[in-house]
């Protein structure tokens, strides 16, 4: 079984969990949030995250400094969970 692509909210930080990976994304540094079509990603210096199958989605998140590219079955529901947790944020301003 393959594990997926697990991310939740620490504070204003976005944790992006796979396998024995972890890693801290601030939320204020979180530029867009977007499906990306290209088999590999657009972007050649991205951190790439999970296994890059041929039926997996590609869910880039781009920030100030990096660009994450997450291969998951589950794009949508990490997208919507990543514009929440980014309101949320807004709010507490």
């Known amino acids: 079984m393959m594990s997926g692509i697990k991310v939740e909210k ?13 890693i801290e ?3 204020s540094d ?3 949030v977007t499906f990306d079509d290209t ?8 951190i790439r995250i999970g296994t890059p199958y ?3 989605d590609r869910l880039v998140i ?3 400094s990096n660009t994450y ?12 969970k990543i514009f929440s947790f980014i ?5 507490q301003k």
């Open 69 to 80: 590219i997450l291969f998951t079955t589950d794009a949508i529901s990490i997208k919507n």
């Open 25 to 27: 994304v601030p939320i």
């Open 30 to 32: 979180i530029v867009k």
């Open 39 to 46: 088999y590999g990603g657009e972007e050649k210096t991205a």
């Open 10 to 22: 620490l504070n204003d930080k976005l944790v992006i969990s796979w396998l024995l990976s972890k």
């Open 54 to 56: 041929g039926a997996t």
């Open 62 to 64: 781009l920030t100030h």
């Open 87 to 91: 309101n949320e944020q807004l709010q």
